[in-house]
């Protein structure tokens, strides 16, 4: 498996607190992204990230910031939770083009 | 705007037979076409991947066959054994764009029943 840790594995959160989701990793890989996973949607990408401090938008962005500080951490922030941000998130690693992405093993999140 | 249709959402097949399933893209610009197996409270894992310069790869029990002029590809999966029972999710990537992000289709539930 690769080396990716995710935390908190399960969350239960109340609409409108500010949720961190945490993904690190120790493979030294640059490129780490969030997805979410909703039934019949497959996944979508949230954020990712090609470097410290350098990231960028994916297709479901609104209401999702993240931060990279280091190599190995990737956080993911919702602001204000919303019961539609109730889903399975997913970080990932990639060493860039031309090799495999990675998933961890998810965080539920369920905002109530 | 779905760029990477799946399907179907699910299928049942015997031990031993085969599952299909088939995926459709939009971008012509994608050139990176993987599949992921995830079993129940697990990540998806890299299952087997094909790139558009040929037309079918086989590993395994597992083949990809890819049409790039219809813009579709499709996974076989021989002799189906009960622990391939999981959820499948084919993807598509233009792997030099920034980030090599992928696309996912919405998933296959495969049951194989013993």
């Known amino acids: 498996d690769a080396g990716i840790t995710q935390s908190p594995r399960h969350k239960v959160t109340e609409t409108g607190t500010p949720v961190t989701l945490r993904c690190h990793q120790t493979?030294?890989?640059?490129?780490m992204y969030w997805y979410r996973q909703d039934p019949g949607h497959g996944l979508r990408l949230i954020h990712y990230s090609y470097g410290v401090k350098d990231t960028d938008k994916g297709e479901v962005s609104d209401g999702y910031s993240v931060s990279r500080s280091k190599t190995e951490d990737f956080l993911l922030t919702l602001e204000s939770a919303t019961s539609s941000q109730t889903s399975v998130y997913f970080c990932a690693i990639s060493d860039g083009p031309g090799n495999t992405i990675y998933f961890g093993e998810g965080s539920w999140l369920t905002v109530v | 705007q779905q760029q990477v249709k799946q399907s179907p959402q699910s299928l049942i097949v015997q031990k031993g037979g085969i599952s299909i399933i088939n995926c459709a893209y939009e971008n012509t610009a994608f050139d990176y076409f993987p599949w992921y197996q995830q079993f129940p409270g697990k990540g998806p894992a890299l299952l087997i991947a094909i790139r558009p310069d040929v037309s079918e790869k086989k590993e395994g029990r597992f083949t990809i066959s890819f049409n790039k002029s219809a813009k579709q590809f499709s996974l076989h999966i021989m002799d189906s054994q009960p622990g391939d029972s999981a959820t499948y999710f084919c993807a598509a990537s233009r792997e030099e764009a920034a980030g090599n992000k992928l696309t996912f289709g919405g998933g296959t539930r495969v049951l194989v029943k013993p």
């Open positions: 493979e030294n890989h640059r490129y």
